[in-house]
């Protein structure tokens, strides 16, 4: 009898032990998932040296791709972390801008003109920002981002040295403003496609001949995609916020020839609107008495895009 009550007694204390254990490791959990979850504020520019052309937009991408490369989620698969799906979104849309950064210098901030040899730092930081994002192994994203950031920073005392060059001229910002266009256009169709009542298809372009029918395309997004599209366009939102800023330094001398730090400022402003956090990313009816924060996010973001329109108008025009 004594013996029973001894077994029932230690069946009883490793119950409390695997209970304890289970608890402890679901706090862990939720502690690490909420301290990743925080979104990245803004970076200082303030001691960059306004003479060296480049220096504050090669900085904000180092910045930027620094913090890709010491805290990248969407590979994650053996942490806490892979259950989150919110920042690795918000940082596919920081990629996705850091990219276009990075392209265009190659392709053309760097370059006198396109037929001149491409700058090897430059060139070498884009191929490693081409990376799989997803992939954790053989190479995995993080290794990548830190040889671009290891290439940019190269590119970057180049610049300070007088063997590189950044050329701040109007058609290179428009060209890059253009970029930005295209990927605003994509994350912005991602957004006004979120509503339930929209059509299970889209005309991919107007009716021209009114006997056959205009193609279209399946755009019945899953409800469990709609909060990965808002996050996404948010990440796309800080990026460009950020590259405005360094913008409005490295290009001020064409900006204020052309009349445009007035509408720059503008586009700063509206884009730093773009981050509020809801509690629920909802996707209401507009008779609903829950928002729809896609719609409300693409509102803003479509008005930023409107300014960046104006903006290359004022460069080509004025």
Same mark, same amino acid.
Not at 176 to 184: K, T, V
Not at 247 to 262: C, G
């Given at each position: 009898?004594?013996?029973?009550?001894?077994?029932? *007694?230690?069946?009883r204390?490793?119950?409390?032990?695997?209970?304890?254990?289970?608890?402890?490791?679901?706090?862990?959990?939720?502690?690490?998932?909420?301290?990743?979850?925080?979104?990245?504020?803004?970076?200082?520019?303030e001691?960059?040296?306004k003479?060296?052309?480049?220096?504050?937009?090669?900085?904000?991408?180092?910045?930027?791709?620094?913090?890709?490369?010491?805290?990248?989620?969407?590979?994650?698969?053996?942490?806490?972390t892979?259950?989150?799906d919110?920042?690795?979104?918000?940082?596919?849309?920081?990629?996705?801008?850091?990219? @276009?950064?990075?392209?265009?210098?190659?392709?053309?901030?760097?370059?006198?003109? !396109?037929?001149?040899?491409?700058?090897?730092?430059?060139?070498?930081?884009?191929?490693?920002?081409?990376?799989?994002?997803?992939?954790?192994?053989?190479?995995?994203?993080?290794?990548?981002?830190?040889?671009?950031?290891?290439?940019?920073e190269?590119?970057?005392?180049?610049?300070?040295?007088?063997?590189?060059?950044? @050329?701040?001229?109007?058609?290179?910002?428009?060209e890059?403003?253009?970029?930005?266009?295209?990927?605003?256009g994509?994350?912005?169709?991602?957004?006004i496609n979120a509503?339930?009542?929209?059509?299970?298809?889209?005309?991919?372009?107007?009716?021209?001949?009114?006997?056959?029918?205009?193609?279209?395309?399946?755009?019945?997004?899953?409800?469990?995609?709609?909060?990965?599209?808002?996050?996404?366009?948010?990440?796309?939102? @800080?990026?460009?916020?950020?590259?405005?800023?360094?913008?409005?330094?490295?290009?001020?001398?064409?900006?204020?020839?052309?009349? *445009?730090?007035?509408?720059?400022?503008?586009?700063?402003?509206?884009?730093?609107?773009?981050?509020?956090?809801?509690?629920?990313?909802?996707n209401?009816?507009?008779?609903?008495i829950?928002?729809?924060? *896609?719609?409300?996010?693409?509102?803003?973001?479509?008005?930023?895009?409107?300014?960046?329109? *104006?903006? !290359?108008v004022?460069? !080509?025009q004025?």
């Open positions: 009898m004594q013996e029973e009550k001894t077994d029932r *007694s230690h069946i204390g490793h119950g409390r032990i695997g209970v304890l254990v289970l608890l402890l490791l679901v706090v862990f959990c939720v502690v690490v998932m909420v301290i990743n979850s925080r979104k990245p504020q803004s970076h200082p520019m001691n960059l040296d003479k060296i052309k480049g220096a504050h937009f090669i900085k904000i991408n180092e910045m930027l791709v620094k913090e890709m490369a010491d805290n990248w989620l969407p590979n994650d698969l053996f942490w806490p892979a259950f989150l919110n920042m690795p979104n918000f940082q596919l849309g920081v990629l996705e801008v850091v990219r @276009y950064n990075v392209r265009v210098v190659r392709d053309n901030l760097s370059r006198m003109r !396109t037929t001149d040899r491409l700058d090897p730092s430059a060139e070498a930081a884009f191929t490693n920002l081409s990376n799989d994002p997803f992939k954790w192994w053989f190479p995995s994203a993080e290794s990548k981002w830190k040889s671009a950031l290891t290439q940019l190269a590119y970057d005392q180049n610049l300070a040295a007088g063997k590189s060059h950044f @050329y701040a001229r109007a058609d290179n910002l428009i890059l403003l253009n970029q930005y266009l295209s990927l605003m994509g994350a912005n169709t991602r957004l509503p339930r009542d929209m059509k299970t298809t889209l005309g991919i372009e107007e009716q021209k001949d009114k006997t056959s029918p205009a193609p279209s395309v399946d755009i019945n997004i899953p409800w469990t995609q709609i909060d990965d599209n808002f996050y996404y366009a948010q990440g796309v939102a @800080y990026a460009l916020y950020e590259s405005f800023r360094a913008i409005r330094a490295d290009f001020n001398e064409v900006l204020t020839d052309k009349n *445009s730090v007035t509408l720059v400022d503008k586009i700063l402003e509206i884009l730093g609107r773009c981050h509020f956090e809801p509690l629920i990313v909802f209401g009816d507009p008779d609903s829950f928002a729809n924060h *896609s719609l409300n996010l693409s509102g803003i973001f479509n008005d930023a895009r409107q300014k960046m329109n *104006s903006l !290359t004022a460069l !080509t004025g």
